[in-house]
């Protein structure tokens, strides 16, 4: 696998990936445009923003002639928000790398957008706020998480926002959101698969090149106090409670994060961790979980989320509390931090496989912190030489009890979850 860097005529960073056996190519732009950056009274512009690149461009004259322009080749199509970051992506066969190079320029720079296109889409975003809000498990993070981790900031609320905050949004905001934040100094383009540099080269010239740089824009903080450390949003119309359990870590550029993620496979990053096995075969307690830490330009967070029987939330609260006490004193020996480490290599290496794993695994080095990448085999190397000693540091300096915070969404009260703490 090689990779090569270079910038276009305008300032974009183009990173190319070849030396995989593959007859498909992925373009992927990442964009440091995400919710973080919505203006405070236009809350949700960015993830609308988003959905606004699928309706009408310049050459495809409405949303399907623009869907079937990939989708003929047996293609996709697809884009995310989160907090930092948009990614719009195109996966299609590699003789077909100038269309969708094409029909991704575009959705990101020759937009039409019409009223009348904003008005149908908001239908759209409120259907996924409902959907989003309906399940617990989804609900946790824009209703309890973000509310409770970013408590003072604009990111303490859904990060699609309400469906008041959809109201409100014009085609001049989406102009607006489009034109302060999709520059050349804040976007990186990737194109992984067999095809030839200077190809590569000459499409991105052709189509992305129309930009412009602009000045660069004001980073909103998202670092909060914590003044309260719980959160419950009571439901009675779930099936299930959702709970969260987590510690404020590190920024991106820190690299803590690598430490801190061994720690998180030491919580339950895989079946056989302490946690999993007392929660599942001890007391089949839970039968979902997701452990993971979310690393941001300027603040980041180690989470332990499960969804639980209503009658079970206190009970599984107070084993995690408890895991997370054991990490905190460093009660484990070098045995349990290698098989995490393993894991997590073993995890890096089977889950490299097509182009497209290696943008995900490179993307944000190169968007918020490229003095510092790592390659593959760099980033291995780094991980196998992380300590008991280093784990047990940042265990003893992030997890510990005072910067815990838990919340719950279903069956619970903000009364119930601070009793645990």
């Not at 195109?90 to 969708?100: A, S």
């Amino acid at each position: 696998m090689i990779t090569k860097r270079k910038h276009s005529s305008n300032g974009i960073k183009l990173v190319t990936i070849t030396g995989l056996p593959t007859q498909a190519v992925t373009i992927s732009v990442y964009i440091k445009a995400g919710c973080r950056f919505d203006p405070v009274n236009r809350l949700g512009i960015a993830h609308f923003t988003e959905h606004m690149a699928f309706s009408k461009t310049k050459s495809f004259g409405n949303s399907q002639i623009l869907a079937r322009a990939i989708e003929q080749y047996g293609g996709s199509h697809w884009a995310f928000t989160w907090i930092d970051h948009q990614n719009h992506i195109v996966h299609l066969p590699k003789e077909h790398f100038d269309i969708g190079a094409k029909v991704l320029s575009e959705t990101l720079f020759d937009l039409m957008i019409e009223d009348s296109e904003v008005e149908k889409e908001k239908g759209v975003i409120k259907e996924e706020i409902l959907r989003n809000r309906s399940d617990p498990s989804k609900a946790i993070w824009d209703y309890v998480w973000f509310p409770l981790f970013f408590q003072g900031t604009p990111m303490a609320r859904p990060y699609s926002g309400t469906e008041k905050d959809i109201n409100l949004i014009t085609s001049q905001d989406v102009q607006s959101f489009v034109k302060r934040n999709f520059t050349p100094q804040d976007m990186v383009i990737f194109v992984a698969g067999e095809i030839e540099q200077k190809d590569v080269e000459d499409i991105v010239e052709k189509y992305f090149v129309k930009i412009i740089s602009n000045n660069e824009k004001r980073i909103p903080n998202l670092i909060s106090d914590l003044k309260n450390p719980t959160l419950a949003l009571q439901d009675e119309n779930y099936h299930q409670s959702s709970l969260v359990i987590g510690v404020k870590t590190v920024p991106f550029t820190s690299d803590k994060k690598y430490a801190l993620e061994i720690v998180k496979e030491m919580l339950g990053g895989y079946f056989g961790a302490p946690l999993i096995y007392k929660l599942r075969e001890e007391g089949g307690l839970i039968y979902t979980w997701e452990a993971f830490q979310d690393n941001l330009i300027d603040t980041g967070y180690l989470v332990m989320n499960v969804s639980v029987a209503h009658e079970n939330v206190a009970r599984v609260s107070e084993k995690i509390l408890n895991e997370f006490e054991r990490l905190s004193r460093g009660d484990f020996l070098e045995e349990e931090v290698e098989t995490a480490k393993s894991h997590l290599v073993g995890s890096l290496l089977s889950n490299t496989e097509r182009g497209r794993d290696y943008i995900n695994l490179y993307a944000l080095q190169e968007l918020i912190d490229p003095n510092n990448f790592k390659e593959l085999n760099d980033l291995i190397e780094f991980y196998k030489k992380i300590s008991l000693g280093d784990i047990k540091k940042v265990a003893a300096e992030f997890i510990k009890k005072e910067n815990i915070l838990l919340g719950a969404i279903g069956r619970v009260d903000n009364d119930q979850l601070s009793s645990l703490l």
